[in-house]
């Protein structure tokens, strides 16, 4: 009997033992889930890695993005200056221009003169010296009329250089004229100082003479006939 009762008695033991030492086993977790929890915490790891990069990519995009923003900026704020210095040179051209077209206006008698005293053409002198509106009643008073002062012009310009003479000349100084000079019977003038030059077969010389461009109803005339021979 007591054979048995220690047989019943190692056998529960047993039971005992080996019900604890499986319940320990469950416990303890398999090489599998540790497996399974590392690839978790790795998959983990890449996707912030990979946010990350994502992230470093999107700011290098902005930053790209920005910085062709500011150089588009920059390329508009170049191109309006150059467009600004374009019109401003080209105003200054059209102004020259205007200029220039004004100084051929009161060239134009003095032109006119040379060109009559070459050419033995009386009419176009007298038309170089011969003004309009108010000024040509003054004139008309003249004793010294511009026909004879052709003639005059001419004999002794013949005389000193010969007939074949050539003449050139230089505006040295301007000065516009005051309504106090004018007196009111012109609508713009000019005082010139001009240096004639006079070629010819027989001697060549300088002269410099001061001479009145007059603009009197739309006309520009001199207002006298210079004599290049003294």
């Known amino acids: ?3 048995l ?3 019943l008695l190692s056998a529960v033991m047993l039971a005992l033992c080996l019900t604890a030492c499986g319940e320990s086993n469950n416990n303890i977790p398999s090489k599998s889930a540790l497996s399974e929890n590392e690839q978790t915490k790795d998959s983990k790891v890449e996707n912030n890695i990979a946010d990350n990069s994502s992230k470093s990519v ?7 993005i920005d910085s ?19 019109q401003a040179i080209d105003s200054k051209a059209e102004n020259n221009i205007a200029d220039n077209n004004t100084d051929k206006e009161y060239e134009k008698p003095l032109n006119n003169y040379i060109k009559s005293l070459e050419s033995r ?14 000024l ?3 004139g008309a008073l003249s004793e010294n009329s ?18 074949d003479f050539d003449i050139s000349y230089e505006i040295i100084n301007i000065t516009e004229m005051t309504s106090n000079e004018t007196l009111g019977l012109v609508d713009k003038g000019y005082t010139l100082k001009v240096n004639f030059t006079v070629s010819g077969s027989k001697e060549k010389g300088s002269i410099t003479k001061t001479v009145k461009a007059l603009n009197s ?12 021979t003294a």
């Not at 109803?217 to 290049?228: D, F, H, R, T, Y």
């Open 5 to 7: 009762l220690s047989v």
């Open 217 to 228: 109803g739309g006309k520009w005339c001199l207002g006298s006939a210079p004599s290049l």
């Open 1 to 3: 009997m007591k054979k």
């Open 121 to 134: 053409d009386a009419e176009l002198f007298v038309d170089s010296v011969t003004p309009k509106g108010p």
């Open 136 to 138: 040509a009643t003054v």
């Open 68 to 86: 062709k923003v500011e150089n588009s900026i920059a390329d508009n704020s170049s191109k309006t200056v150059l467009s600004e210095n374009e």
């Open 58 to 64: 999107l700011s290098e995009n902005e930053q790209a």
């Open 146 to 163: 511009p026909k004879n002062q052709y003639q005059n012009r001419l004999n002794k310009l013949i005389n000193k250089y010969g007939d």
